[in-house]
């Protein structure tokens, strides 16, 4: 806009300064030519032709103008058109976000309840069975296969029903809070080809709300499954750390990396989902990686008071 109204005073400046009606030094008045004309020898013939240049002169100037004025009102129309493309992707994205979010939490609150009916009701029930059984066996002194068989199936269901339960909502989170589940995060899915290391600067002591535990540990459960099931990494780290109100997670690994340019391509590996989690807090998710370089991802995200 700045160029076209610098152009816009060029061409003024340069018409007057050449127009002969405009300027001091090539103005001739038609009283001065009349009395001087003897002098001067201008002819009405010369007068009329410097009249014509004139003219032909404004109307040069008005046509580059309506050309100036045209160009300037396009790149205006197109302007506002990609600001008004921004807004509706910016407002589609924001709807996105909104509806990952909404699916999140719906499901995290789903999660919260079937884990709180499967520990409180059906293994409270299943501990009274077996509780009963083993009274019943006692008392009449009775030794059967069968009833032997039905004691582990109890035990087996007990266990699977726990192990569930567990793996919807951490227990240790729920009693201990997050530093502590966190690091038996770490600690359960490391094996004899997969290391997970666990380095924290924050006590195991501190606990957070329950909704920011909970969409934390999900986020870093989250990229550990991505690291187990597509990285083939012999070795990963979590690192945890408090800045300035800010909860820091850093997750590396050495596996195979991609490259962190074409993100829209590894979305399906739920990407999608932690970056919705993130924003609702306002933080910020960085990843850097390279093909057969391994992957760093860095997520920093404001502590709720």
Same mark, same amino acid.
């Given at each position: 806009? @700045?160029?076209?109204?610098? /152009? ?79 807004? @509706? ?25 079937? /884990? ?40 087996? /269901?007990?266990?699977?029903? @726990? ?91 050495? +596996? ?13 590996? +739920? ?11 306002? +933080? ?22």
């Amino acid at each position: 806009m @700045r160029i076209f109204k610098i /152009a816009i005073l060029f061409f003024v400046i340069i018409f007057f300064n050449e127009n002969p009606a405009f300027s001091q030094q090539k103005e001739i008045p038609k009283e001065n030519v009349q009395n001087t004309s003897i002098s001067k020898k201008i002819s009405i013939a010369e007068l009329n032709k410097l009249e014509k240049l004139r003219n032909k002169k404004v109307v040069s100037l008005g046509i580059v103008l309506v050309i100036i004025l045209f160009f300037l009102f396009y790149f205006f129309y197109q302007n506002n058109k990609l600001k008004q493309k921004i807004k @509706r992707k910016d407002l589609k994205q924001k709807i996105l976000l909104n509806v990952i979010n909404s699916g999140i939490d719906t499901q995290e609150i789903e999660r919260k309840k079937i /884990a709180s009916f499967l520990h409180d009701n059906i293994n409270s029930l299943l501990s009274s069975v077996g509780l009963h059984l083993n009274t019943f066996t006692t008392q009449n002194n009775i030794q059967s296969e069968e009833i032997r068989k039905a004691k582990a199936i109890l035990a087996e /269901a007990h266990d699977l029903l @726990r192990d569930m339960s567990h793996d919807l909502v951490p227990s240790l989170l729920v009693r201990f809070g997050l530093i502590y589940a966190l690091e038996d995060l770490c600690e359960k899915n490391s094996n004899h080809t997969l290391n997970f290391d666990f380095t924290s600067s924050i006590s195991s002591n501190k606990r957070y709300t329950e909704k920011f535990e909970m969409k934390i540990y999900f986020i870093i459960s989250e990229l550990f499954n991505n690291i187990i099931k597509h990285s083939k990494a012999t070795n990963a780290q979590l690192i945890l750390n408090e800045t300035e109100n800010n909860f820091i997670i850093k997750v590396q690994d050495n +596996g195979l990396g991609f490259n962190a340019r074409k993100t829209n391509e590894y979305e399906g590996f +739920g990407l999608n989902r932690i970056r919705a989690r993130i924003k609702k807090f306002k +933080g910020s998710f960085d990843i850097v990686s390279k093909v057969n370089q391994g992957t760093t991802v860095k997520i920093k995200i404001p502590i709720p008071h």
